[in-house]
């Protein structure tokens, strides 16, 4: 995580308590787009819930772990580290070890925000990934290759945990007549990006959201599938040097390694804190929504005052396509890939 700006996440919001009255829970938060979201939140003023495996780091390690449930690692990363920089903020956090892989520890966890909030639960983030380490151990490969326990490793912490999640959430959020659940989603269910494990449970994740939405509107509970860009967690970063260190022919990594356009997790953060002020928020459930496009329409910016642009857009996609205009990206209009015109290059369903 880089040095955070709370000048820029107050931007908005004018003062750091607009969300004083806000209980948010954020899963999976020990690093990663899942900590730069509560530091973002708790930065607003929100009560913040974050869960993750570890509270202090390497103290719940498990040495000789299956890789297909191994989510701890050995990169840093824990719920004391979070709640430390959190400490600093407006709002409050509230650290609560959970494996998410464990139906009846979210249970409890439900049943405590419950208990100690009377009820009160407006934000739920689905942002818990178990895959990661799978992932980087499987790249390359295609999926007959693979470990057949590269699904389990995306999609059981992942796809599954977030209908866990959000079953829980919906009960809490359905009688109070509000509430907004965020499933952490990624342009890899539109597009092949890491392979059929990560991009089928992806795009499954975009379609919970939609259909989550569909059953809870008349509840006035918003689900949306949120796409960040490209988001340079820890796992990220380190994932690109060794693909550096490598000379890989991967072009896709070699773009990614000039590290343009990247985004800081924080960024993610800020763009939800202000969703939760939308006063006609239940009229986005359903959509899918992209993180540096609600960025620009909230007049919302990352650390050092930078705007990333939209994956869609020309101010990413020419620069992307030709590295010597990555200087002048800024003189680029922000003119955006029409939806009809990227399905056309995208993956397709399968059609009769």
Known sequence: MTTLDTQHSQQRSGSADSLDNTVALVTGATRGIGKGIAIALAQAGATVYITGRSLNQKSDKKPNEEIATE??????????????IMDASAGTCIPCQVDHGDDEQVKQLFDRIKTEQNGQLDLLVNNVYGGVRALRTQQGKPFWEAEASLWDACNNVGLRSHYIASRLAAQLMVPQKQGLIVTISSWGGLSPIFGVAYGTGK??????????????KPHNVTSIALWPGIVGTEHISEFVEEAKAQNTS???MNMMSTRFNWETPIFTGRVIAELLKEPNLIDLSGKLQIVAELAARYGIVDEKGVRPASLRSLKFLLP???????PYAQLIPDLRIPWWLLLLTA???PKK
């Open 203 to 216: 795009s499954a994740c975009d379609r919970l959201a939609a259909e989550m939405a569909a059953e809870l």
């Open 320 to 326: 992307a396509g030709l590295p010597r205009l990555q």
């Open 347 to 349: 993956l397709s369903a």
């Open 250 to 252: 991967d072009a896709r």
């Open 71 to 84: 989510t701890t690692e050995t990169m840093a990363g824990s719920l004391a580290e979070t709640q430390a």
